[in-house]
């Protein structure tokens, strides 16, 4: 499968706990995105990298995400001090560059208990 | 900042009906355009796009004109069946997709 993998799946959390998920974009490209989607809303754009440079961070980001992507391959999203409200689907997506057609990985949806 | 309105859903369609699903958008700089769809239980799927003002994305029987003009990007098919049913995003992109909240299409036999 040369689609975009994000890990875990499913991940169940209690409140305050810290987290983090990975996402594989499809390689050789050089775009990496993270979106938020809860139920009923289209996707909330959260930062993007051009490789392993983080150019945008959504305004709307709390200071308890971070995100990194080393070497411009893999990247990953950790969120700490866990909150209710942060329980939503986690979308990754890559694209070769700018204004290229984005391809979406199937999500991790996170639950905090 | 960037922004996309969709029309108010559900939009609910007999099957072999006309439909029209209409996006307006705003964006900085010259944005390529999508529409994506959101099937039940699925990831987002690419749709159809269009790179430049005129262009004409089609995919499935969907289709959509980039009209610069008056920056709309508004999504048609002919003839709708029951497998369309799910949700659809329209999404401007300039250094990133935006999304608004989808439009969600049920057809009933």
């Known amino acids: 499968d040369t689609g975009v993998s994000q890990n875990p799946r499913h991940k169940i959390t209690k409140r305050g706990q810290n987290v983090t998920f990975r996402c594989d974009p499809i390689?050789?490209?050089?775009?990496l995105y993270w979106y938020r989607q809860t139920l009923g809303q289209g996707p909330e754009f959260l930062t993007y990298f051009q490789n392993e440079a983080q150019l945008e961070k959504s305004r709307l980001l709390s200071d308890r995400f971070s995100a990194e992507r080393p070497k411009g391959s893999f990247s990953t999203l950790e969120i700490q001090r866990t909150e209710q409200g942060d329980s939503a689907m986690y979308l990754c997506a890559s694209s070769l560059d700018g204004r290229d057609v984005a391809f979406f990985g199937q999500g991790t949806r996170l639950t905090v208990v | 900042g960037d922004s996309v309105t969709q029309m108010e859903g559900p939009v609910t369609l007999s099957e072999e009906a006309f439909l029209t699903i209409n996006c307006t958008y705003t964006?900085?700089?010259?944005?390529?355009l999508f529409w994506y769809v959101q099937y039940p239980g699925e990831g987002l799927q690419l749709l159809l796009k269009a790179t430049k003002a005129d262009d004409k994305g089609s995919n499935k029987g969907f289709e959509a004109t980039y009209r610069k003009e008056t920056t709309s990007f508004h999504l048609e098919k002919g003839s709708v069946q029951v497998s369309d049913s799910a949700v659809y995003f329209c999404a401007p992109h300039t250094d990133k997709l935006i999304f608004g909240t989808g439009t969600r299409l049920q057809v009933f036999p």
């Open positions: 390689s050789e490209h050089n775009r």
């Open positions: 964006a900085t700089g010259y944005p390529s």
